[in-house]
């Protein structure tokens, strides 16, 4: 008798695990989801909104679609930064530790929408700024119960590729200009204790901000001296006709 009971405990306990796991595994999707949105609007201080997230642990892949993070106010655009597609590659080994390796993470075709308003200020430079001042409140908020520390990551391997971008400013004449991003690549990312999410947050913003702000600065560069250049030609070109 006391045998059975002990069966019957035992087929119970197991049971419960098994639905907790199934409900658990049915709910990533939305915890990982809902992460990533509070994590985000705490570090940039703008909305971060994501489309859908899609964990299969069984193949260690996952994705994220449509992450949006906004623009501040008093900007046109609705967006800031517009990310359509980010692929993770998790490794299996590393789950429920810390780090949490992911051994490959591509960002695919992010549209970076940089502005200059009135007084001059940029909306790229106020995300980088609330960035800086935000990352400890974020990881806070990315905090694991079991640890009370943030979650950290190492990625293997970093991607951004088919980057474009746009830039408007009203104090210029014309249409906004637009253009594509290099290919950014990092590795070892986090190196062995792996970054918060506030400081791969940051890295990531801060490349994809780079590179517009660096295309911008060289295209204003060669305007000015196809500029100087044109107005040297012309000069010998009236000398030469007199």
């Not at 658990?24 to 809902?34: A, F």
């Not at 520390?149 to 200009?177: C, D, Q, W, Y």
């Not at 204790?193 to 060669?222: F, N, R, S, Y």
């Amino acid at each position: 008798q006391a045998m059975k009971k002990l069966l019957i405990g035992l087929a119970a306990l197991v049971l419960v695990i098994v639905v907790a796991a199934i409900w658990l595994l049915g709910s990533l999707d939305k915890i990982v989801k809902n992460q990533i949105e509070v994590v985000g609007t705490e570090l940039t201080g703008v909305p971060v909104r994501v489309g859908s997230v899609g964990i299969h642990l069984k193949n260690g892949a996952g994705q994220i679609s449509r992450l949006r993070i906004a623009n501040p106010e008093g900007y046109a655009a609705a967006h800031a930064f517009d990310m359509s597609l980010l692929r993770l590659d998790i490794n299996l080994q590393s789950l429920g530790k810390q780090p949490l390796v992911l051994d490959e993470l591509t960002i695919d075709s992010p549209v970076v929408n940089m502005e200059i308003n009135q007084r001059g200020g940029s909306n790229l430079k106020e995300i980088l700024d609330n960035v800086s001042k935000n990352s400890q409140q974020a990881d806070a908020k990315a905090e694991t119960e079991d640890s009370g520390e943030p979650i950290r990551m190492a990625i293997r391997k970093l991607v951004i590729k088919g980057a474009t971008f746009t830039e408007s400013n009203p104090l210029e004449e014309g249409e906004p200009r637009s253009g594509t991003l290099p290919l950014i690549e990092r590795t070892n990312v986090g190196g062995s204790e792996g970054a918060t999410p506030a400081q791969v947050g940051k890295l990531i913003i801060g490349d994809l901000a780079g590179q517009v702000v660096k295309q911008e600065a060289t295209k204003k560069m060669t305007d000015v001296i196809e500029e100087k250049t044109g107005s040297a030609l012309k000069g010998i070109g009236d000398a030469l006709r007199k």
